[in-house]
């Protein structure tokens, strides 16, 4: 195992990749600030008219079907095969699947036709592509989440896939890593799991090579980062708008020394 | 009279009802975050596809026609009339009713077409739905609400009305009820309102037999967490960030002694 | 030069202009709440059935194409010819000229098919629209913003041009003004440049005779708020809250003395 969050997090402020979002109208604001926060550049586009030009200049892709309607559905494809071609790892938050057939038929739909890196998802939507059955009630829903079900998932959907609740799991399938860095906060804000997914695309546009332990990193800099912000915070509000400072204030050369990863 | 925002707060925490929000763009985000922080489950969607599915497995279901479109004023039909027959209330925020034709076709379109049990609008707003002349000059436009407008509203409309103002009033048409909590930087900050419309289909989930004494209660609720909210703020932001905070951080237990409710 | 911030502030604050506002997703709760603190009433509408009615009625129109699609720019036409008939200046926000060809060609038709008031944007997106070649890496990317490209593009566009970064400078293509007001905190939060942009119409819609003065005083109002903020920040969470707090707390009494304008 090689997890390396603060080695990536400094070559992520270096290069600056430009992280092309496709994401829901819930989170747009919020992304893109973590984004930036982060140390990358966040760009949004979704008409099929420019998708393709954008997603091919950019350092990584991020498909989120948070609030899907059909011409949205066919910029996701285009972009994807586009981010493809172009080499730009794909990241996917499937957002509610299992909630409606809509949403799981998307998540499918992309994974079927798109070569993606890393789907970051919550239990119950992770469970639905990989086949299981999951009780869902709307998209803030969580089950623990397990490393079994990550291992499960990474193995039938040929990507590293990321669980993440109280303890975050990440898996390719053969190879599954334990990331414990967050806080119980996180939950009470709506959107950060979407947040955690374009911090995903980041560090994925400087570890597109090694996805399972990029992936990883992404969480630890997140839960990192979730862990500093609750000590300023005094509710959910106050814990949001701390949440891009520690994002911004997060250290290179002192995170490796706070991540808590283990390969299992 | 039973208002009992405490216990309504309470089941509403207990039961974590998903509420279905079909709402404008501007404020998908701050209805999302308030009505997790209250202690229910938002979801967002609008494609014609999903929201029959989503609205038939939700508690609640707000409208809000903020920032319509074609497509989305479908999509709030089709749900509507989902939730109508799975018996979830459907609250209907009428933005900008009287400031273009658009809007206020749409929202009598709504409420000719759909069993609405609650409007939650300013003055000018619920004027307009009631065919009384009012001078709208955007959706942050405010008159005085009056006791006397949201009886004749909801006697017109046949349904609860709930005027928000300085003093907020609540009507079925028959029993009219002032409630008196809040704070005057609620009118700074874009968006209040629609979050007033959000808490309101929360407590509405958990108070479906009584819309009347639930729109009060969530009236009651959301003042109380403003009033709270101030005593932290130096502006408008602030305020805002403290809002979570106070929604969150609402307690059952001195709900009821903190509510400014008098019946007329 | 007769630049008055101070002055048209306290006009703004009396009039409480309506700022009818087509932008884009990430940003509409941002402009909106920094227009409210501000003084002036935003709107948002797009459906093309109705942004005609509602830029009628408004006392500026602001176009921002962060995030376009077809519909979208068909709106933004409408509603940009209708705010020119009725007489309400027009502000256009080309964000990402130069990163796609459907955001250039967008801006391009806009400034040809609708009479602009003020262009706002930063040096990359200005240059394209000048006919320069720019370096473009996505909505964030910036150079430092030149005398010589403002007044270049002034001229060639024939209307006022704001180019903002570290120093700002505002140009009508003969008379050229730099706005030092600011803070490097800006930077680090998504979408200020399109608040700027908001603020900037908020002006215009007291300004209109004088795009040039007024474009310059909504950079200092922004500029010193800006400055206020980040007296109170710990990063771009903080800093993002406390900027609503600080143009809702900027006084006329004392902006003249602390703008930081020159004319070149």
């Given amino acids: 195992m090689t997890v390396t969050p603060g080695e990536s997090l400094r070559a992520l402020r270096e290069r600056k990749p430009l992280i092309h979002q496709i994401t829901n109208y819930v989170v747009m604001n919020e992304t893109a600030n973590a984004t930036l926060a982060l140390g990358a550049l966040p760009v949004m586009a979704h008409a099929t ?33 586009a981010a493809n071609a172009a080499g730009a790892p794909v990241v996917l938050d499937p957002v509610g699947a299992g909630a409606t057939r809509l949403r799981t038929e998307t998540a499918q739909r992309i994974l079927a036709e798109v070569d993606v890196a890393v789907v970051r998802g919550n ?64 939950a009470t804000v709506s959107g950060t799991g979407c947040m955690s997914t374009a911090v995903t695309g980041s560090f994925l546009a400087v570890r597109a090579d090694a996805p399972l332990e990029g992936a990883a990193e992404a969480l630890v800099a997140f839960g990192v980062a979730g862990e500093d912000a609750a000590g300023e915070a005094k509710g959910p509000g106050t814990f949001h708008t701390a949440l891009y400072d520690a994002l911004y204030g997060l250290r290179p050369d002192t995170l490796d020394a706070r991540a808590k990863v283990e390969e299992l």
């Fill in 49 to 81: 008219e420019e998708v393709e030009e954008m997603a091919a200049a950019a350092g990584a892709l991020v498909l989120n079907i948070g609030t899907l309607s059909k011409h949205w559905i066919a910029a996701m494809l285009l972009a994807g095969k």
């Fill in 123 to 186: 239990a119950a939507e992770v469970a639905t592509l990989a086949g299981r059955t999951a009780e869902i009630r709307g998209v803030e829903s969580m089950e623990a989440g397990g490393a079994e079900l990550a291992q499960a998932a990474g193995s039938e959907l040929g990507c590293v896939v990321s669980v993440t609740g109280p303890v975050d799991h990440v898996s390719d399938g053969v190879r599954t890593l334990a990331v414990s860095n967050g806080d119980a906060l996180l």
